[in-house]
């Protein structure tokens, strides 16, 4: 009996904890919360609890809530981004771009948008590129990030794509280009599209998701 109820508890605990999962993914993608810990820590407070998923719970729901809410609309979005994205990508085909985020994940929602990571130790031919496939450039900045004591600096173009799809590409140095990178939102390594990839991906299966098993 005892072993029964321990069992119980467990389901119970389990359910709860996707309960809030479910709480903070709704408040993300309706725009309530925008950062994962505060939804998490206000998603338990509605619900009366301690328990906080992790970030991958969360964004396990937040793709399923986009899902039901978007429904055919969110695939033929991403495929349209994606698209956008490979155009994107063959102007910037001399600097090993990459996407990643979530046109690479396809677990869009409306405002996503599209994140290509390039590698150059020359930012400004960057955007010389861009500027000369007629992509137009909002604004720029430098980021530097201070992970477990080593620093990195990264180059950032925000910009707009033809049919006004949001586009941010962050340039790092080409030392960089082989350097493994975790994602914070899914634990699990960042390996993001080549344009060869993408190209494929667009080809056999261009709706697929990148998830972690």
Request: hydrophobic share 40%.
């Amino acid at each position: 009996m005892k072993q029964s109820l321990n069992g119980e508890a467990l389901t119970a605990d389990s359910d709860l904890k996707r309960r809030v999962a479910r709480e903070a993914a709704t408040l993300l993608y309706f725009g309530a919360e925008k950062e994962y810990k505060q939804a998490k820590i206000r998603a338990a407070a509605t619900l009366g609890t301690h328990f906080l998923p992790s970030n991958r719970e969360v964004a396990l729901e937040l793709n399923q809530v986009a899902e039901e809410q978007e429904g055919a609309k969110r695939r033929d979005h991403l495929i349209k981004m994606r698209q956008e994205a490979f155009e994107v990508m063959r102007l910037l085909c001399g600097f090993c771009p990459v996407l990643i985020g979530s046109v690479w994940r396809g677990t869009i929602k409306l405002e996503s948008d599209i994140d290509i990571a390039v590698y150059s130790d020359k930012p400004e031919q960057v955007l010389e590129v861009l500027k000369a496939g007629s992509i137009k450039i909002s604004k720029t900045a430098w980021a530097t990030v201070n992970k477990r004591g080593i620093t990195s600096t990264s180059f950032h173009i925000y910009a707009l794509t033809p049919t006004k799809h949001g586009l941010e590409i962050v340039v790092r140095n080409r030392e960089e280009a082989t350097k493994k990178r975790k994602c914070e939102t899914f634990g699990d390594e960042i390996k993001g599209l080549t344009l060869k990839e993408l190209e494929k991906t667009l080809k056999c299966d261009p709706t697929k998701q990148f998830l972690p098993m």
